[in-house]
DNA sequence: TTGTACGCGTTATCAG
DNA sequence: CTGATAACGCGTACAA
């Protein structure tokens, strides 16, 4: 491998001015400086990373941490992500689960996001500190050195429901997702808590576990038929689970929203196709603000509250 | 920062014993080694990447470099070779275009799979060595250190036409992706030449420009339908396009397929929905297959042939 | 079984 | 304007 030691004796002069030109310092004449210039171009050289920031202490490196192979949306989210470090002059390295904990214990990157429901809340508690803080997008941890930006889910789901109760659903179903996320446990409490505040039952019957994929919410359909009754409407935590639903319902000839109606969340692409009434979220912002909040933590911010995304309902033709 | 310096400090011991327990040599009493091990937990202490790796020479971790937010099955991509990765001990760090020519460039991983029409040829045949291989997924490159593992979508998209052609279409149309990519000419080679073969004469009016984005494709169909005649069947260089085509018919209120049939490529999710005929691509195995052949070329292995991934067309009823 | 000393590629300090 | 040298955190001969 070509280094800068290489470089300094083909030009005849020492590493230090090599490392000079190289990082833009005035102390060079301008002949010597175009030509070590021009022979580290002909030797394709770049300065080492390891070695420049063992020196550093630390890189201008971001890592993002994801798991969920199956939520296109994440897309989005990187994107925003990816556009504001860059224009802050840090870099994105984006990980899966394993090879994000390797790089998030080395010490390699100057800062965390995740959103990954695999990762332990302890795990990201022992590894933040000053030098090293962490956003999360898919919890809340109450720490100096960890702070969150989330969708603001109970608000939504709360207005969704308090719609479909002036519409004059009176029998309501409902598919949750992972049981212990944050995500889940807000849509939940706002869909129940409008319903209570309404003086309108649920019926546990009509209640059903999932786990986000479409396969869940198909299943979900198929105990519901056994159990006999269909609710008027069924609420759903995302739109992969209503997909699902959707699905053995159309196997079923049960029609929607003739029969019942149905409603997702996450506004997914295809939900527009399927003509799904869902919940929009401004992923690409979400990744942006979750870039922001990890560049003001590095440098030395404190930040308390959480940021709320907020989202946006999408009446579509699967609700009458 | 916690170093093994501290860490010898506090276990009474020196630096090269502390690393020798870290590095599993048996060269330790089993009692220093425990002691050590506990303080290392207390401590938290994990090696830094940068001056383990400076030392080493190298890393176990592998680039993957993307660029296009907008297609979903990027993920599945991404998934097959994360999961091939882990298993053959290597890291994978995921980075958007410019993070990852930063990272490309400064020697820090093993060794980078590609998927950008971003990045130029002649950055890659400069970069490439013995010492860092690419693997592209997006393109053809002859060089020792450069392998390619690419759909083969030329004898699909001909096998499609000739399906077409059989059941009796002999009004053709095509929407085309980015021009100068090798997926795009590929498709359409496949088109024209089953056309050509079966004496079946191609109309330059019914071929479109687009670049693979569902405006484009819906683009397209305006434009078609300003100039009076339809084709009986509308091939498009993949999903999104088609996607769009088939918006901007049903504003026009022409059946699919009744009035015109269409097909796309990709089988993105939304295609299913859709019941779009379109082409599967095993997106798993194309990444878990990209991530051996790295491995392979890192291992000094001699790759000839670029792997071409096998596709299969997937009939639904947007053709008559 | 443990410790000393050196080198990996870079930057920064300071003397010339 | 230029160069010698120490330091960053770690692994590894080699010596003890």
Known sequence: MVDIKEIAKLSGVSISTVSNVLNGRKNVSATTRERILKICKEQNYHPNIMGKNLKAGKTNTIVFNFSDFDRSFYLKIIEGISDQLNDSGYDLIICTHKSAENLMKSNFSSGAISLDVKMSDEFFITLSKRKFPIVLMDRLIDNPFISSVVVDNYPVMYELVQVLVNRGFKKFGYIGGWKNTLDNKERFS??????????IPFESKYYFDGNYHEESGYQAVIQLLVSGTLPEVLVCANDDMALGAIQALKEKNIKIPEDISITGFDDSNIAEVAGLTTVTIPYYENGSMA??????LIEG????APYKIRAKIKWRNSVR
Do not use: S, V
Request: hydrophobic share 35%.
């Open 190 to 199: 706002g869909f129940l808590d409008c319903l209570t505040n309404n003086n």
């Open 291 to 296: 870039a922001k909040r990890i560049i003001e």
């Open 301 to 304: 911010k404190q930040l308390e």
